[in-house]
């Protein structure tokens, strides 16, 4: 059974077909696109020469024996472009046996951005708040959905004369002059 070309070739991540040993049997478009090697360039060589960083070639040596054993690899990795540029990748190594063929690992890279801009603004905005919550000069809590404290500002403890003692499900607060007490939801 051989992989149908279209699906092959079309498919949106960087692929690439090789012996155990690593040398590249095909390369799909998408693996050109991404690593900057056509498919003249990349067929024959071994892939961990080609993409893999000289230090890291040891540990990709080691993920192929898994797979040669017949074991799936994912892992996240970072590997280099014909460029020489570095870039972090999700990899799937995985073992391929046809019927009647040698054995083959499909190997699929899916590129990793190394901060998505909606990440970015997740913690732009998480930085924004905690900033307003601690130095607000207003006295802010932050309760669970049972009333329990989970956060409270510097201005709301002092409003009410509250030393922080812990936070939790059950938080408890030390109040001046008495035993330690929970306040009220």
Known sequence: MQIPDELFEKAPQAVALTTPDGRIIRVNEAFTRVFGFAPQAAIARRIGELIVPPESREEYRRQLELVVRGERVDAAVVLS?????????AMSLVPFSPPGQDS????????????PPAAEAL????????????????????????????????????????????????PSWTLPGRKTARLPP
């Open 123 to 170: 913690v732009a905005g998480d930085e924004r708040w905690r900033t307003i919550f601690d130095h607000s000069g207003v006295g802010i809590a932050v309760t669970d959905p049972q009333g329990g404290f989970v956060a409270a500002n510097r201005a709301y403890r002092e409003m009410l004369g509250i030393r922080k003692k812990s936070f939790g499900p059950s």
């Open 81 to 89: 472009r014909q460029d020489g540029s570095r870039f972090p990748v």
């Open 104 to 115: 083959v690992v499909y190997a699929i890279y899916r590129d990793i951005p190394e901060r």
